[in-house]
């Protein structure tokens, strides 16, 4: 059964231009969590979805971020008009249920922008 | 807010000793304790976790205890070996559509 998987692991952009990151959950598993990590930093979560709604996007900025987990295919964060403080590793979680289930990581997307 | 906190930081043990990292939690409607080990490069990995119900779990050489009065919860390692070196995460969660609120983080080195 495969785990989480992000991709692309590694992206590059330059100031202004769009990021894309996406996450596939665990198979049957229909929440998903996007966390952002500074280095040397703890988890700072962005938003929470179950499929095609936003739960909570609490920890998200209101300009320049969106995320969305339609029906079908992959869960996308999207990033406009990125700037140097948006480098930084996303990881995307995924569980069975809610948020008292374990939630299953994937190995993130490092962004950095030039 | 809702706000867990992580101690220590940073940890250094010798190899076989025990390692103990201590979280306390804000919110007492919490009643999912999970704990996530985080390898370089790598996403966090789910170790243990424990449920308001419960006061101790055990898993080979991992524990993790709960006081759900004082509200703290601990994650207890023995008998540590190099390949536990890691970041080690502590984290709170009440269900339903509220987030899981993360622990700050532990490194954990472990000197062969």
């Known amino acids: 059964n495969a785990g989480v998987m992000q991709n692309p692991r590694h992206l590059v952009r330059r100031r202004g231009q769009e990021a894309r990151l996406r996450c596939s959950p665990m198979k049957g598993h229909s929440h998903v969590y996007w966390y952002r990590q500074l280095p040397e930093e703890g988890l700072k979560f962005m938003v929470y979805?179950?499929?095609?709604?936003?739960?909570?996007e609490s920890g998200m900025p209101k300009e320049r971020f969106s995320a969305e987990f339609p029906k079908e295919g992959p869960s996308i964060l999207r990033i406009q008009q990125v700037v140097r403080g948006d480098s930084a590793a996303y990881f995307c979680?995924?569980?069975?249920?809610?948020?008292?289930?374990?939630?299953?990581f994937g190995d993130g997307t490092r962004l950095s922008i030039l | 807010g809702e706000n867990v906190e992580q101690h220590p930081s940073t940890l250094s043990v010798q190899e076989g000793d025990s390692a103990v990292i201590k979280c306390t939690y804000s919110?007492?409607?919490?009643?999912?304790f999970p704990w996530y080990k985080q390898e370089l490069g790598k996403g966090p990995q789910l170790i243990i976790d424990?449920?308001?119900?419960?006061g101790e779990k055990k898993d080979q050489r991992i524990a993790v205890t709960l006081n759900k009065t004082a509200k703290h919860f601990s994650l207890h390692i023995t008998e540590t070996q190099p390949e536990d070196s890691a970041v080690y995460f502590c984290a709170a969660s009440t269900g339903g559509g509220f987030k899981t609120i993360f622990g700050a983080g532990t490194r954990l080195f472990v000197k062969a």
């Open positions: 919110d007492s409607a919490s009643n999912y």
């Open positions: 424990i449920r308001s119900n419960v």
């Open positions: 979680a995924s569980s069975l249920s809610g948020t008292d289930q374990p939630q299953h």
């Open positions: 979805l179950q499929k095609e709604n936003i739960i909570d």
